[in-house]
């Protein structure tokens, strides 16, 4: 199996701010999208909010995931998981698990949650902005990304 990021050399940046890394795909916008432009854009209004969206490959960091190897640690797009774990592949037989997308404005915990990250009875502060203009975030129950 190919590194991550093997097809186009790594990864993209977000389509509406281009200043962060994106990890989010919409199918509706056709947009690659960082968590902060996700979040923005897509709670503006209810028809946005019904945008499909999901994680983007971490093998050709281009199109939505469809599968997620745990072998591997890896989510991939159905082409690059075909590369990947091909019937003459010794790979064919990792365990992978459909990925499906999701819609709304979901928390950080439930973003978490929905790749298969367990943050309960955690919380995580962090102290160094991970993106500009953000001076910190908190991860906990009532959680949400938010920006000062």
């Not at 897509?42 to 909010?49: A, D, E, F, G, K």
Request: include cysteine; charge should be negative.
């Amino acid at each position: 199996m190919g590194s991550p990021g093997s097809r186009d050399g790594g990864t993209v940046a977000c389509d509406f701010c281009s200043d962060q890394v994106a990890v989010l795909y919409c199918r509706a916008d056709s947009a690659k999208l960082c968590l902060f432009c996700d979040q923005h854009v897509h709670s503006t209004n209810l028809l946005s909010r019904k945008h499909q969206r999901s994680q983007i490959c971490d093998n050709c960091s281009s199109e939505p995931v469809s599968v997620r190897c745990a072998m591997d640690n890896l989510v991939l797009c159905q082409e690059c998981d075909w590369d990947a774990h091909g019937s003459c592949s010794v790979s064919a037989s990792h365990d992978r698990i459909l990925v499906e997308g999701f819609s709304g404005c979901p928390s950080a915990r439930e973003l978490a949650s929905l790749w298969g990250i367990d943050l309960e009875d955690k919380k995580v502060s962090i102290s160094t902005p991970l993106i500009q203009n953000w001076t910190s975030a908190t991860v906990d129950d009532a959680s949400s990304w938010m920006c000062d």
